[in-house]
């Protein structure tokens, strides 16, 4: 007698979102440089050549995987929780504001429909799920630091989360959550993301480099422009303390 065989789940939807500049109107590695040369933490000239790494990124010419193995080294020896617990105050008071009004709303949307929602990122999940957090999502592929006794060793787990790196761990959370990537969704704004672009049914550019814009026209995708979120209000002044 021939025993039936189980019926296995069916595929399910993805909905993969790039963060910076796609979820966040900001780039959080710079925003996350300002902070730290406010608190006197780094220089000027540690800024510059952030601004000049970014610019490279930005036009697809940074060695982004050394680039991030020297950038990983400022946390060697730095305990794990202490950064954790920093990350989730500094995201609060200057990130949160940047998270775009429809990128949340699509998000919204995707979760009710019951796809697979992550964010896809670069950025390192101090960044990432604070922000994962406050959207509802629940699953983050991200760059991966290497700790031993509760402390970063300065190494980066590899690869990184970037250009084909992103290709290797979605790989492993698609098997891992019987995605079907011909009905997925990616979303990005950034040239270096083509990798994801070309692998999924539904690639969508937001707010695209000069790069991406002209691929997405000549392949018609779709394009999607999110209006800036409003600026935070300004701290209301102290009043005057009563005189005694």
């Avoid at 006197?40 to 510059?48: D, R």
């Avoid at 697809?60 to 995987?65: H, S, T, V, Y």
Wanted: glycine letters at 6%; proline letters at 7%.
């Amino acid at each position: 007698m021939t025993l039936p065989v189980p019926a296995r789940d069916p595929l399910r939807v993805g909905a993969f979102f790039d963060m910076d500049k796609t979820l966040l109107a900001e780039n959080s590695g710079s925003l996350y440089m300002k902070y730290r040369y406010e608190r006197g933490e780094i220089s000027g000239l540690e800024i510059l050549k952030g601004i000049g790494a970014y610019l490279q990124y930005k036009v697809g010419i940074l060695d982004i995987r050394n680039w991030t193995k020297n950038m990983m080294l400022q946390f060697k020896g730095q305990s794990e929780s202490e950064l954790e617990e920093e990350a989730i105050r500094w995201v609060e008071e200057e990130v949160v504001h940047t998270i775009y009004p429809e990128a949340e709303e699509l998000v919204r949307k995707h979760l009710e429909e019951h796809h697979v929602v992550a964010i896809v990122s670069g950025a390192t999940r101090f960044v990432v799920r604070p922000i994962a957090d406050r959207l509802g999502i629940e699953h983050m592929l991200y760059t991966r630091l290497e700790v031993e006794d509760g402390l970063f060793t300065g190494r980066v787990i590899e690869p990184i989360c970037f250009e084909e790196g992103k290709i290797y761990w979605l790989q492993q959370f698609i098997e891992e959550h019987r995605i079907d990537l011909a009905r997925s969704f990616f979303y990005t704004d950034s040239i270096t993301d083509m990798p994801l672009m070309d692998i999924v049914g539904h690639p969508v550019v937001v707010n695209p480099d000069p790069f991406l814009y002209r691929t997405a026209v000549r392949r018609r995708w779709p394009v999607r422009i999110f209006e800036p979120p409003e600026p935070p209000a300004p701290p209301e002044p102290a009043g005057d303390e009563e005189e005694a």
